[in-house]
Structure formats: C-alpha cells, structure tokens
C-alpha cells in the first residue's frame, strides 16, 4: 500500500475526508454500514409514504385538468402550474441528494448508492411526474439492497414503476394477448434489451436478437398499478405460450408473475452477469483497466454465494490492487463537487430537516408546513375558481423564499454546479447512465468549470482556513510534494486554498 489505509480508503472508496468525521480504519469499517439499509436517507423529501401520496395527487390533478371544462390556454396554464411545483420538488430532492453524500459518514455506502443508481439508470427528463418518481426510485429500489444479493436488487430495480416507465414497459403489450389484439398494439423491446445488455449480462456477451424478443414476451404482463404506485402483473396484456430466453423456456398457456421473476433470478445469476458486473464495480471503483486477478476473484464469489454483494465488495477489497496505484480514477463532477463541501466542512442546515413535501397531502402538507413554510401555491385539485384567481405574486415570492432558506446546499455550489458541469443530478444522457472513463471528465473544459467552482465555494466556506492546513486535512499523505510545496508559495490563501481543489490529487482517486 502507498498510502495509509484510511487516505485510500476516503479518496478511492469514499467522498474524501471531511475535518469532523473519523475516516474508516479497517476493511470491516467500509463494509459495516452495508449490513443494514440506510434509514437516514434525506430523499425523497417528505418521506416515502408521503412521496407516494404526492405523486397519486399529481397525476389526479394532470387528469382534473385534462377533464375540466375550462378552455385550452387555462388548461396550459395549469399544466404549466403543476410542472412547475414537479421541477421545485425535483430540486429540492437533488439538494438532499448531495447533502445526503457530503454529510453522511458512510462514504463507501454512498458511493455504492450512486453506482447501483448509475447502474440501473432512469432520467427525471422522460416524463413531468417521473420527476417525484426517480428520487423514490433511489430510495425504495436501490439502497435497501445495497448490502443484499444481487437476484433481489435486480427484481427490485426492474419491477419499480421509474424503471417501468423509463424504459417504456408500460406500454408493451403481447401482440397475441386480450389486449393486444383488441387495441392491435405490440412489444416493447426496451425494458428487455436494456435488461440483458447493461443490467445483466452485458453487451457482447453472446445472446441474440431472438433472446431479446423473447425476453421481451416474458416481460409483458407487467406494468404499473398508477393508484397504488407499484409494479402490477396483468394477464390480459401477458403474451401466452412458451418463450426460451437463452435456452431457457419460460411461460405456458397460462402466463403468470413467476415466469418473469425466474427468468431475472437465471439472469442474475449467469456467470457472464457476475463477470460483467465484478468488472464494472473494479472499473468504478479502481482504475479504468482493472486487473483481470481483480475480476476473477470477485466473479468467482459471486458465482459462489449466488450474488452475494457484499462478498463480492469484500473480495474487491482484500485485492492488493484495492490499495495501489492511487489517483488512477478521475474524480466524476458528482465526487468531486462533494468532496469539494466535505472538505470545506459545509456546516450542517439544522432547518432542513423540517422540510415536507408540499406536493404530498394538500392538509397534511399545509399544517406541516404552517409554522415555518406556507403551503405551495397550486397545491389540490383543479378548478376553474382557481384559475380565475391566481394567488397573489409576493405571496408566491414569499413563500418560495421561506422553502428556499432549508436548502441543504447552496444551488450554485450544487444542483445548478452540477449541470454546468456535465453530471445533473438524476438525469443521465442514456439508459448506460454516466460514463466512466478518465477522458469523460478530465479536460480543459471540464478543470475550467471545477476550478470556478472551486474560487466560489472557498469565497463562502474557506476564506479564512490556511491553504497548508487545508491541504494536510483534506488530501492527507495522498499530497505530493510538487502539490504542497504550489499551495505553500500562493500569493494568498484564496489561490492557495484554489490550487488545492484543483491538483491533480484531489481531482482523482
């Protein structure tokens, strides 16, 4: 090992050092905090249950509207009312995202979260109310799991209504079913090839266009129960018959749920999905071009103990690899931006935990939210009173600034940083999510916007800290002497405090 156990373990498998918080000082410190899910999760916000509630108010709103007898322009403008509290909602989701990273104390947890949710990739982007969707998504489908076996977190993440609906399985109708002859509708292959290419047994990896069709016809059946917001098996929509998925035959006459949840139990199982994934896991986490030994044994325990996480993680970490050849990975904008309010010691929001979801319950949310934060304007059901009264502008004003002021992070230094830096939050370019390769995220557009970034957030959190201190508290050993010796010469601590967000070491891990 070339640097100590703990700089490793913060740079290369956490968000990097944060002055308050002890870093891991063992193997079993990383892994700990994988044996129980994350209770702490400060997203979606409001809750879960009350997550729920929201998005049956909206689409129940989005329907009032569509029926209502107002004419057309009052009814973009209500649309236009309603998107805009799913992107206010949508943003205040993402503040706690990064909030959630920077102030927990469980690095490798986080970034575990963040890979299983790159992972299996849905995007805010494909519809207004996947906007309440994806955050729950991450919540309820990823992060329970985390330290579970891979067969549940692959039936989790595929039967959730974000994946359903991102990837279209929704409207896949067997084109032999009830309804599919009825409405003369068909497949949907999306759900199905995203399945065997990126979710599981990877690209190249051997199966056919045929398996992928047939993957698709076991598929159909499942959709999303709107009311009750979860995965729903209609047999109606069910293609009938037999279907072989990698000479596997799946289904009879009577088409039910267990076809499908085998067919993605053999999946997960597979061994080219345990070496697909113990190779993406290794590229995540250790360099672009892991060792082969690396993979193998990861592979070799997954097969072993039926996709058990955990024991793969561990036999990634008891590989010398894990601890060599530091700085080999870039830091994506999501790590380093956190890393960044980490090391600057971003102090903590005490009012943002009083933050509700306004969209969740139109009484609920507006006596939660009396005290502090006024109701959002356009919260209940359409009607034409309303449109005919719009509610007052400076009420508006206000009662957005009094939300505005429990953000976890300051926007410019988060949500809209982000975006300017080419990872928005819960918006990836594809279902593959995010790349991950040096090139992606280390260039000179990309070192332009981190150090801008970085002259603004040490103007409102470092501006009195000395840059050698700084340097010492935040890289630790991983600082090179060329690195200290710059940061020690800087005509004052603003460039100096800027040289050190910037080195090559604190831009990699």
């Keep these: 090992m070339s640097l100590s156990f703990q700089t490793m373990a913060a740079l290369r498998f956490g968000y990097g050092f944060r002055p308050t918080e002890t ?17 702490n999760c400060l997203f979606p916000v409001g809750g879960i249950d009350a997550r729920r509630q929201a998005i049956r108010n909206v689409a129940d709103r989005l329907r009032d509207i569509r029926s209502s007898d107002i004419d057309d322009a009052a009814k973009r403008d209500e649309q236009k009312a309603v998107f805009k509290e799913l992107q206010q909602s949508y943003q205040r989701d993402a503040d706690a995202r990064i909030a959630q990273a920077v102030f927990s104390p469980n690095g490798f947890y986080e970034r575990l979260a963040a890979f299983w949710t790159n992972h299996f990739s849905v995007s805010v982007d494909k519809t207004q109310p996947m906007k309440l969707i994806v955050p729950l998504f991450e919540a309820e489908a990823i992060r329970p799991h985390i330290g579970g076996t891979f067969p549940d977190l692959l039936r989790s993440a595929t039967q959730h209504p974000a994946m359903l609906i991102y990837l279209d399985q929704a409207q ?9 002859l009825k409405r003369n509708k068909g497949l949907n292959e999306n759900l199905a090839r995203e399945l065997l290419e990126l979710h599981t047994l990877g690209a190249g990896s051997g199966y056919t266009q045929d398996d992928v069709r047939a993957a698709a016809m076991v598929l159909t059946g499942i959709t999303v129960d709107r009311q009750a917001v979860e995965v729903d098996f209609r047999k109606a929509v069910a293609e009938p018959g037999s279907h072989r998925v990698l000479g596997v035959s799946y289904g009879r006459t009577q088409r039910s749920e267990r076809d499908y949840l085998q067919m993605l139990d053999d999946l ?15 590229v995540h986490f250790i360099s672009d071009t892991p060792p082969q030994a690396m993979i193998d044994a990861m592979t070799q325990m997954w097969r072993k103990t039926d996709g058990d996480l955990m024991v793969v993680y561990g036999a990634m970490l008891d590989h010398p690899a894990a601890w060599t050849n530091e700085g080999a990975k870039a830091r994506q904008p999501f790590d380093f931006v956190v890393a960044g309010l980490r090391a600057l010691d971003l102090p903590r929001n005490a009012a943002a935990g009083a933050v509700v979801d306004p969209l969740a319950d139109d009484e609920g949310a507006g006596q939660a939210m009396a005290d502090d934060n006024p109701p959002m304007p356009g919260n209940g059901s359409v009607s034409p009173d309303k449109a005919a009264n719009p509610p007052d502008p400076q009420e508006v004003k206000r009662r957005q600034a009094a939300i505005d002021a429990t953000f976890y992070v300051p926007r410019g230094l988060g949500v809209y940083a982000l975006q300017r830096i080419g990872q928005p939050v ?3 370019p594809s279902p593959a999510g995010f790349p991950e390769g040096f ?17 603004r957030a040490i103007g409102r959190y470092g501006k009195q800290d000395d840059p050698r201190e700084f340097l010492k508290a935040t890289l630790s050993d991983a600082a090179r002497d060329d690195t200290i010796r710059v940061v020690t010469q800087a005509p004052n601590k603003m460039t100096g405090l800027t040289l050190a967000l910037a080195s090559p070491e604190f831009n990699r891990r």
Aim: hydrophobic share 40%.
């Design 23 to 39: 870093p891991p000082a063992d193997r079993d410190a990383l892994l700990d905090p994988m044996r129980v899910a994350d209770s």
């Design 172 to 180: 896949s109708l067997g084109p032999d079913s009830p309804a599919g």
């Design 268 to 282: 997960a199982l597979n061994p080219k999905t345990a070496a697909h994934i113990s190779r993406k896991l290794a």
């Design 426 to 428: 819960w918006r990836p």
């Design 439 to 455: 090139d992606a995220w280390i260039n000179a557009g990309e070192l332009s916007e981190r150090i801008s970034w970085a002259r």
